[in-house]
């Protein structure tokens, strides 16, 4: 497994931007492909956006396809999430994951074993 570290998460107004960052030790980083979920209060784990191992691949949920950019540096073993336009609706605890095992990015958290402790984003209206 991995160890993954989430940072950057806040308070923001509606429209403001965030980056997260995901710091990850343990294992040779290059090989990982990335996701980003988040959880609403009483909600399921939901897909955010994912990249391949090389970058060269990546996917977003509908919600926050041409706000949400999602990126890694492989020499500084971090993967993230810049987040533009923020709404009310975002607000959510942010995890992101470690999947050592598929070429292509997964959009199902089943498929990622190693995990973040999550970091809150709440955009107030």
């Not at 710091?23 to 040779?28: H, L, V």
Request: aromatic share 12%; with cysteine; glycine share 10%.
């Amino acid at each position: 497994q991995v160890r993954l570290v989430e940072s950057g998460g806040g308070f923001v107004q509606a429209g403001d931007s965030l980056r997260l960052s995901c710091a990850a030790a343990g294992r040779t980083f290059g090989g990982l492909a990335m996701g980003w979920f988040r959880q609403h209060p009483g909600k399921e784990r939901e897909f955010v956006a994912a990249i391949s191992w090389s970058g060269d691949t990546t996917y977003y949920a509908e919600s926050v396809k041409g706000r949400f950019t999602i990126s890694r540096d492989n020499t500084k073993n971090t993967v993230y999430l810049q987040m533009n336009s923020l709404k009310p609706e975002d607000t959510a605890v942010y995890y992101c994951a470690a999947d050592a095992f598929r070429v292509r990015p997964s959009r199902s958290a089943v498929d990622y074993d190693s995990w973040g402790q999550g970091i809150q984003v709440t955009v107030s209206s």
